[in-house]
């Protein structure tokens, strides 16, 4: 037979049974385990949400969200109070472009808006002489002078011819001092008497250039003419109009234009 030898048996310190030394690393484990256990017994079960707050600290947050809810419904309102102009015109201020100004575009409009027409001063009623034929004075000389002035302001010239002893001429004097008579003669005609009840021959000439047809004339001969000195009607040829207000203003009228 083969002899197994023996080792021999350590003695020391060291040489600890197994479970003793098993049971000293695990003891402060249990001794936590007993401890946590106590607590548990002490405290009582907990039946609150993990990750939720406790009720208390659920009324302090909604207390202090109530407290803070004023302060910010005050400032809201301040700020509202402070900006009316910007509440009040939301579509304005959407419709605004940062630094765009709405001046050019009312530049644009006020520029863009119609012009008055310019009107022009009526000129002054022209001078209307008065009754009666001045045999001294220089026909040719008054005639150049309507013409000139009929240049100017686009009036027609009448030329009178006619005699202080005649009795037409004299009620056709009376028609055109009338007011309204007098008001178309100062609108639109440059008046002048030549006198031709005289001894005259310059101022007869002036008649027959004017009238050239001859024969007999029957005062007053009434001659409407232009500013180049046309003849545009002539009474000898025509007629006189009846010498009353409505007869002589519908023939000034006619021949106005």
Known sequence: MTSRMLRPVRTGRHAQPRSASFLKARLPLVTAAVVAAGLCAACGASTQTVGSASPASAGRSTQATDLATPSASASASASTEASPSASASPSASAGTTPGSSPTPSLARSSSAAPKPARTSAAPAPARIPGPGYDSSADAQKLIDAALSAAKAD????????GANWCGNCKAADKVFAQSQT??????SYHLVKIDIGGNSSANSALLRKYSPSGGSYKMP?????DSSG??????????????TAEGINAFLRKWAS
Request: glycine share 10%; hydrophobic share 60%; no cysteine.
């Open 230 to 243: 046309k003849v545009r009607t002539d009474t000898h040829a025509t007629g006189n109009p009846a010498l």
């Open 182 to 187: 007098a008001a178309i003669l100062g609108a």
């Open 221 to 225: 001969v009434l001659i409407v003419v």
């Open 154 to 161: 686009g009036r027609m010239v009448l030329l009178d011819f």
